[in-house]
């Protein structure tokens, strides 16, 4: 086992641990915090795999325009930051959800582990550099990207207005 194997493993622990915080805990903040911890460290893994660029796009992208639009959205909804009972899930659908998710995983694996045994890897000499990604990117793949950019920003506009429609108590807008 080399230094990159043992990198990868301690990056891919980090990030599935993260995630599983992100989705368990009661507090939303909170969990979008730990999402950011996620996506970041997934960029590490792909950092540890030789795509950088891959990686600065994940960091980029999601690190740090998802998750600030998430924590945005949150704070303009003025969404209960605390944990709240009034929305919180019984103990039994979370038993079935944990349940759920790990047939799911077991069905992936029992599919996915046989198909996959015999295929070798060479993360030492990756089949596409950065730059042939980079004109793909960049190239016939821009303007899906600044489709995505004008929709988020649509998002973020929206959100405000949102935030700044008053009701009055019978439902309507004055």
Known sequence: MTTRDIVFVVVGAITAGSALLAVSTRHLVHA???LL????SLAG????????LVGLVQLLVYV???VVLVLFA???TRAPIGANRDISTPVWQRVVAVLLGGATTSLLAAALVPALADVQVDADRPTTGTPEIAAAVFGSWVWPFELLSV?????LVGSF?????????GGDRP
């Open 37 to 40: 911890v996620c996506l970041g």
């Open 32 to 34: 979008a915090l730990w």
């Open 45 to 52: 893994c792909y950092v540890v795999l030789g795509q950088e």
């Open 64 to 66: 740090g325009a998802i």
């Open 151 to 155: 929709l988020l920003l649509v998002a």
């Open 161 to 169: 207005a949102v935030s700044r429609l008053v009701l009055r108590p």
């Open 74 to 76: 949150l704070m303009l």
